[in-house]
């Protein structure tokens, strides 16, 4: 599993395969969303809509739909709450070309920020506007995680 996480990566693009390695995992809907969404039977990295590119579609198991956007909160509370606006409009246009979808739900994956205060007044926001919080460890953190699941795993096998 690990060969799949391009470490190179940052920002953003780490943050889109650390979620795409939680939405492969065994009861995903419990790890990414705190089990606040049905069970995930499917889902596209980066697919297509008319005015942009879904970071993360997900098809649930009772026909509905999560549209996720992905932000670093390391490039600030601004570049993150402008998340909240293109998920929106995202969902939009998958519930425009997705007729069969049974309601969709819009989610904000972010990333810590430098500031606490910051993180909540991001949280209040995303609850306002009707999309799901999703707070994320930073790059930083998933990328020190993984190397001590790393460790573990070639002491175990030593």
């Known amino acids: ?3 799949v996480v391009d470490e190179s990566k940052t920002g953003e693009a ?3 395969q650390v979620t795409r390695l939680l939405l492969t995992a065994e009861r995903a809907h419990e790890r990414l969303f705190d ?3 049905p069970p995930v039977i499917h889902f596209e990295m980066e697919f297509p809509v008319p005015r942009g590119r879904v970071d993360a579609l997900v098809i649930h198991d009772d026909g509905s739909a999560t549209v996720c ?3 670093d909160g390391t490039q600030g509370m601004q570049s993150v709450l402008a998340g909240i606006g293109q998920v929106i409009a995202y969902a939009v246009q998958v519930g425009m070309s997705r ?4 309601g969709i739900r819009k989610a904000l994956l972010f990333s810590r920020t430098p500031s606490i205060m910051d993180d909540i007044l991001i949280v209040e926001a995303c609850e306002a506007a009707g999309v799901l919080p999703v707070a994320m460890g930073s790059v930083r953190e998933h990328k020190e995680s993984l190397e001590k699941i790393r460790l573990a795993a070639t002491e175990n096998h030593a």
């Open 1 to 3: 599993m690990f060969h």
């Open 14 to 16: 780490y943050l889109s």
């Open 35 to 37: 089990g606040v969404v």
């Open 69 to 71: 956007e992905i932000k």
């Open 99 to 102: 007729g069969v979808v049974n």
